[in-house]
């Protein structure tokens, strides 16, 4: 069986399949096309109907405001993705979520730094907690809840329970 993608001298993948296609003379993404030979040569028996299963976070738009940053990934990047939005979110030392709530639950899962999460729940009882790298939070739908960064701020990825779900309208704030 033939080799299905040819490697130029430089190893670059190419386009090719045995006798057919030919090689990229114009601008390239040579990472992305190395992570995905098969999009350059596709299998014969893909038909190219499969959607897109993934967009990174670093070609979402990145909102910067004095607390921190926020990026978000949506069915409107990720058509497939209709039941589920992510958000990669960086709050600086002192940077607060401010308290919200949204019809959506939120899960997080804490990738660098600490954070102060609080919420309140339907009978008016605070819960307060600091997390760090490698832990999880869930606020329900409706709770009210904030995110502060605490000494050496924060990073972490929310998803929520809705693909057409958008972070862009809230704000980060400073203490």
């Known amino acids: ?10 190893g670059e993948p190419q386009p090719i399949q045995a006798d057919r296609g030919a090689s990229i003379l114009g601008p390239r993404n040579v990472p992305l096309e190395r ?4 999009l350059l040569a596709s299998p014969d028996t893909d038909a190219g109907t499969i959607p897109n299963f993934k967009f990174p ?3 979402a738009r ?5 607390g921190g940053w926020a990026r978000e990934v949506t069915k409107r990047e ?3 993705a209709t039941d589920l939005a992510g958000v990669n979110m960086r709050l600086k030392p002192g940077g607060i979520r401010e308290l ?4 959506e639950a939120e899960w997080a899962y804490m990738l660098a730094g600490r954070a102060r999460v609080t919420a309140v729940d339907a009978d008016g009882h605070n819960f307060i ?9 869930n606020f329900p739908a409706g709770v009210p809840h904030s995110i502060q960064g ?3 701020g924060c990073e972490f990825l929310l998803v929520f329970d809705d693909g057409g779900f958008s972070e862009n309208e809230t704000f980060l704030i400073t203490d």
Do not use: I, Q
């Open 1 to 10: 069986m033939p080799d299905k993608t040819k490697r130029a001298t430089d």
């Open 35 to 38: 992570e995905n030979p098969d």
């Open 57 to 59: 976070f670093a070609e």
């Open 62 to 66: 990145n909102r910067l405001t004095t």
């Open 78 to 80: 990720l058509p497939v």
């Open 100 to 103: 919200h709530w949204h019809t």
């Open 129 to 137: 907690d600091d997390v760090g790298e490698g832990d999880l939070w």
């Open 150 to 152: 605490l000494e050496e």
